[in-house]
């Protein structure tokens, strides 16, 4: 077919989209520096997702640092529910000195936080090797582990030093010692054999000045909804970006409340102390805010309970209904969780009767540990009649183990 049957299909094309359409299209085109027919072809073939946006963002190209930021066109990705789900970039850039190499297309590919997911090479331009040998399943599977390592050596390492580490051992000048550059071994291991200066160009592009930009667009995304959205995210990298956000902002909402106290039962000890830190601020009212923090408690894992009882004991006042529900927690405890619990009730005015009767329970548990605890704390009270008996017994009965 001529120009001229392209052109008239393109036209064709482009009355059957909406303006919008066709704008976006327009600029699909410059973010991936295709000709209008070949985004027209793609973008027909998917309908033209209504849930991909295009941004435009001033970079500095991370291999050329020195020269002047441009002007970069990124394609954004909705999930179902309209909020950030990803990013991608086209990417043409060179991978070599001497200009032999064929430059390098890819899209890359990103999550809402700026952190690389994968790659994409367009059609019939796969990545190549030295002598345009192409990489195997096994060096593209090399690379994506490499890219996903932002503590990969080439974070410290420029590609002039690249080019004499590969090289090997005897391309080092002894003056240089290991603390002050990586050694060629472990050089090697952060690249792809024959496509070393392809590593860390697209290194640089996967772990550079985009991963900031790209989180800092989808902060601008953060509303309530997405928020209580990410908290509660299986990745807890997610959940981690949005307690952050909160705490920074002191936003306060219910919808948030409650995904942080969910954060309290599954997040990691890092995550449990910001939503401690986020709960705070959210609940103002001490008793009320307390009340949900126990109410969380006895679901918590419990190498993360201690946490929560350490923020407790930390509080200056605790009322009795709080102490008494976590002392009728005391009977399914480990012994390190009662013994917080208990340092908590031997502060003064905190021994109500609900909660001495809560800890005589425990001079009956099959851990003696725990009843030697619980016996420790009730003979320090003042006791009513029939509790200072059974502290008594216990004492005769194991007073050779006391």
């Not at 998917?46 to 991370?62: F, Q, R, Y």
């Not at 990803?86 to 952190?115: M, N, Q, W």
Request: hydrophobic letters at 40%.
């Amino acid at each position: 077919m001529g120009q001229l049957g392209i052109d008239c299909q393109i036209e064709e094309s482009m009355n059957q989209l909406s303006g919008n359409s066709k704008l976006m299209l327009l600029f699909l085109a410059a973010a991936l520096t295709m000709t209008t027919s070949e985004v027209l072809e793609r973008a027909l073939a998917s309908k033209l997702d209504k849930n991909i946006v295009v941004v435009e963002l001033t970079l500095t190209d991370p291999v050329f640092p020195a020269k002047p930021p441009s002007q970069y066109q990124i394609v954004g990705y909705k999930d179902e529910e309209n909020f950030p789900a990803g990013y991608s970039i086209f990417v043409r850039t060179p991978v070599c000195i001497d200009g032999k190499c064929h430059a390098v297309e890819v899209t890359l590919y990103f999550d809402a936080l700026g952190y690389f997911t994968r790659l994409e090479c367009p059609e019939n331009k796969p990545l190549t090797k030295k002598e345009h040998e192409l990489f195997t399943p096994e060096d593209y599977d090399k690379l994506d582990r490499i890219l996903k390592d932002s503590d990969s050596p080439h974070r410290d390492h420029s590609l002039a030093f690249l080019s004499e580490a590969t090289k090997g051992p005897a391309a080092v000048s002894p003056e240089v010692d290991g603390w002050s550059r990586a050694t060629p071994a472990t050089m090697r291991e952060a690249v792809v054999q024959d496509a070393a200066y392809t590593s860390w160009v697209l290194w640089q592009w996967t772990n550079g000045p985009i991963c900031d930009a790209l989180r800092a667009e989808t902060t601008k995304e953060c509303t309530p909804d997405y928020l209580s959205h990410l908290l509660r995210h299986p990745d807890l990298d997610y959940v981690e970006f949005a307690l952050e956000h909160v705490i920074k902002h002191a936003i306060r909402d219910e919808r948030l409340v409650d995904a942080a106290l969910q954060v309290l039962e599954r997040g990691e000890r890092s995550h449990v102390t910001l939503a401690l830190q986020f709960l705070n601020n959210a609940i103002p009212r001490p008793a009320q805010r307390h009340a949900r923090l126990v109410d969380c408690f006895s679901r918590m894992p419990q190498d993360r309970s201690p946490i929560l009882l350490e923020y407790l004991a930390s509080e200056q006042k605790l009322a009795e209904e709080t102490l008494e529900n976590l002392s009728g927690l005391l009977g399914q405890l480990p012994y390190y969780q009662v013994h917080l619990i208990l340092n908590l009730l031997e502060k003064p005015g905190c021994a109500t009767e609900v909660a001495l009767d809560n800890v005589a329970g425990l001079l009956n548990s099959k851990n003696f540990f725990i009843a030697r605890r619980a016996y420790e704390y009730l003979v320090k009270q003042n006791l009513r009649d029939e509790l200072d008996r059974k502290v008594s017994d216990f004492q005769e009965k194991n007073q050779d183990r006391l």
